[in-house]
């Protein structure tokens, strides 16, 4: 199971660290964690996803340079920090887990485990 926190209605260029974490299964067991959006009257996107051993970290290209992806395991737990935080961020954010495939195409194979979501909400 997993659990996305973190969430809240923000200003324009502030900041937000996302949680998503991890029961009844470890993150010593070699997952992949990546994080997904979806906006109103929008298709999901992949924002951001870092591999077990956290080797691999890879960024939406809407998100470069403004947000980093970080593991603490003896917590279970994965962060998603946004800086700079605009209006087009504003959707519901995801966490997913699948055995590490080195952060590689999200399409396949699936995410096994999925979080709830957790709201972002910024205002011009």
């Known amino acids: 199971q997993l659990q996305a926190s973190g969430g809240g209605f923000v200003e324009s260029g502030t900041s937000l660290t996302l949680s998503c974490t991890m029961s009844?299964?470890?993150?010593?067991?070699?997952?992949?964690i990546r994080w997904f959006r979806q906006a109103p009257g929008k298709e999901r996107e992949e924002v951001s996803c870092v591999s077990d051993n956290s080797d691999r970290r890879t960024y939406a290209d809407s998100l470069k340079g403004r947000s980093a992806i970080s593991t603490d395991k003896n917590k279970n737990t994965v962060y998603l920090r946004m800086d700079d935080l605009k209006p087009e961020d504003t959707a519901v954010y995801f966490c997913?887990?699948?055995?590490?495939?080195?952060?590689?195409?999200?399409?396949?194979?699936?995410?096994?485990?999925w979080g709830q979501g957790t709201q972002v909400t910024v205002s011009a």
């Open positions: 997913a887990a699948r055995a590490d495939h080195g952060c590689s195409d999200p399409r396949a194979p699936k995410y096994v485990y």
């Open positions: 009844g299964f470890s993150l010593a067991h070699l997952y992949e």
